[in-house]
């Protein structure tokens, strides 16, 4: 079935950047939303930007400016380029599709996550 692997995450300085990369595996499918949530330590997973199938975006306030969400629809990826980043990014980072294959049905698929560390 279909998989996303994640792939970008690491250790960076505030001020620094990041680009993570979510591409998800299979074919016969149809990606309707793609989204980027995280979860930090002790927090409720949010939803940091969301790219729908029309191409429109939309960010978590705390990060608008800063970050942004874009699509390479030929690889079936979704990247979130990171920028300015602060310690309160800190967080796995994970990808969400939501899909639909044809004749079948609408999916909902996860990232592995992938972990963000931003150091002071």
């Known amino acids: 079935q279909v998989q996303l692997v994640e792939s970008g995450g690491g250790l960076v300085q505030a001020g620094g950047s990041l680009r993570l990369s979510c591409a998800a595996s299979?074919?016969?499918?149809?990606?309707?939303?793609m989204r980027w949530y995280r979860q930090a330590p002790g927090k409720q997973r949010e939803l940091v930007a969301m790219?729908?199938?029309?191409?429109?975006?939309n960010y978590v306030d705390s990060v608008k400016g800063r970050f942004t969400i874009s699509r390479d629809s030929a690889k079936n990826t979704v990247y979130l380029q990171m920028n300015s980043l602060k310690p309160e990014d800190t967080a796995v980072y994970y990808c969400?599709?939501?899909?639909?294959?044809?004749?079948?049905?609408?999916?909902?698929?996860w990232g592995q996550g992938t972990q963000v560390t931003v150091s002071s």
């Open positions: 790219l729908a199938h029309n191409g429109g975006t």
């Open positions: 299979g074919s016969n499918f149809e990606i309707n939303v």
């Open positions: 969400y599709f939501y899909l639909q294959r044809p004749l079948q049905g609408k999916y909902v698929y």
